[in-house]
């Protein structure tokens, strides 16, 4: 046996999991028997390790390439801000963009994440920079990391004079895994359904996945995740679509808000509330300001796939993060909220089989025959570790153990 994890707890009890060729072979209370590699669990919970299906990898850490532009840049404006980021992006080089992003990944690798879906931008700022130097890293990574890479319109489509549509083919035409789409930022609605059929034409034509940015806004007159669920069910295209944010759903009627609810939950799509992302940057018009998120109760009482992911790592929509999405699910915790008794639970399926389902990962779970893609929690259980924001103990991908953490602390008290 390569690798036999023990004193593992899963599902309230202790096993020992035993690894072989990468993929989940035994799961006992006790195995016999040596493996070439034994790691001790030491009764900490063992979980898949997390999934992150969303995160624009290309701009992160855009604040030191600002600075390096204009040392006195003031990121307080937001419009100053989505400027900054278009002088960037002009300055992408593939190797730039592969350098910030395989630290973020790196970072996501540490705190426990084995799987990710990087968003490129492809616009007339970025060209194909950005996607080939995600296309790099997913090589780098290919048979320890499960990457995908995702060509997104950042700027639009048809709201843009460029050459966005023939840039999007260029980015499938290059192994793109991944078609992106963000329509409430056209500017009409005959604009917004046309980005949405672009979007969804070349998915179906490519026979890739489509995922869209939704709403992410406060304007109650923002539409586009209706829009979106009536076209995947009119094409027949449930379960090919994932969408982020549809923050305006929270600003709808209550009677509207359920009718689109409805129609979310029979397009199939899962739908990603990053809530500390909204937190932060939807329009703050109004006094107090509101948390800013989709109906993330509503959807869940409803049936809808909800999950939740770090979307943004110091760029313009969110200045913090640590690629951590156990810190990202006790946002979702406090946000939704799901705090209490079993239901913060729920935030453990939005790191994991939510977004592991949305992506299209095979093989994922704590099953034998499963992908020994696997983390241990420095924890008893999913709520002490949301609580302490416990250490990962050990992270393990395709059966290689790729990162290990031990946190020491020493208090000189009485």
Not at 249 to 270: C, F, N, P, Q, W
Request: net charge negative; aromatic share 6%.
């Amino acid at each position: 046996m390569d690798v036999i994890l023990r004193n593992a707890l899963i599902n309230g009890g202790l096993t020992d999991v035993g690894i072989e060729d990468g993929v989940i072979s035994q799961l006992e209370p006790k195995l016999e028997g040596r493996a070439k590699l034994e790691l001790d669990a030491g009764g900490c919970l063992t979980v898949p390790a997390f999934v992150n299906g969303h995160l624009h990898a290309c701009k992160s850490d855009w604040r030191s390439s600002l600075l390096a532009l204009e040392p006195n840049f003031d990121f307080t404006d937001m419009s100053a801000r989505f400027a900054g980021i278009a002088r960037v992006k002009r300055q992408y080089t593939a190797a730039d963009v592969l350098a910030r992003a395989e630290t973020t990944v790196r970072l996501a690798v540490r705190h426990g994440t084995c799987a990710m879906r990087l968003f490129a931008d492809v616009d007339a700022d970025a060209g194909l920079q950005a996607l080939e130097g995600l296309l790099q890293l997913k090589t780098k990574y290919a048979g320890t990391l499960e990457l995908q890479v995702a060509a997104f319109p950042q700027n639009g489509v048809f709201s843009a004079a460029d050459s966005t549509t023939e840039l999007m083919t260029q980015a499938l035409d290059m192994g793109t895994d991944v078609v992106g789409g963000i329509p409430w930022l056209e500017p009409t609605v005959d604009a917004q359904l046309a980005h949405i059929d672009l979007v969804l034409e070349l998915a179906r034509r490519y026979n890739k996945p489509a995922h869209f940015v939704l709403d992410d806004t406060d304007d109650p007159t923002s539409r586009t995740a209706e829009l979106v669920a009536a076209r995947v069910i009119e094409l027949g295209m449930q379960g090919m679509v994932s969408g982020t944010q549809a923050n305006a759903l929270a600003y709808y009627d209550d009677a509207h808000a359920e009718r689109v609810i409805r129609l979310l939950k029979s397009s199939g799509m899962t739908i990603f509330s990053n809530a500390h992302v909204a937190l932060v940057t939807t329009a703050q018009r109004h006094q107090p300001a509101p948390r800013g998120h989709t109906r993330i109760l509503e959807l869940l009482r409803a049936g809808v796939p909800v999950a939740t992911a770090q979307d943004d790592i110091d760029n313009p929509y969110y200045p913090f993060g640590r690629n951590d999405l156990l810190e990202v699910a006790q946002y979702m915790a406090h946000l939704a909220p799901l705090a209490w008794g079993a239901q913060l639970n729920q935030t453990l399926a939005m790191v994991t089989h939510v977004p592991a389902k949305a992506i299209g990962l095979e093989g994922y779970g704590l099953s034998v025959g499963c992908k020994a893609n696997l983390l241990v929690l420095n924890a008893p259980n999913w709520f002490e570790a949301i609580k302490l924001q416990c250490e990962k103990t050990f992270v393990i991908a395709h059966g290689k153990l790729i990162s290990s953490s031990q946190r020491s602390t020493t208090l000189n008290l009485p």
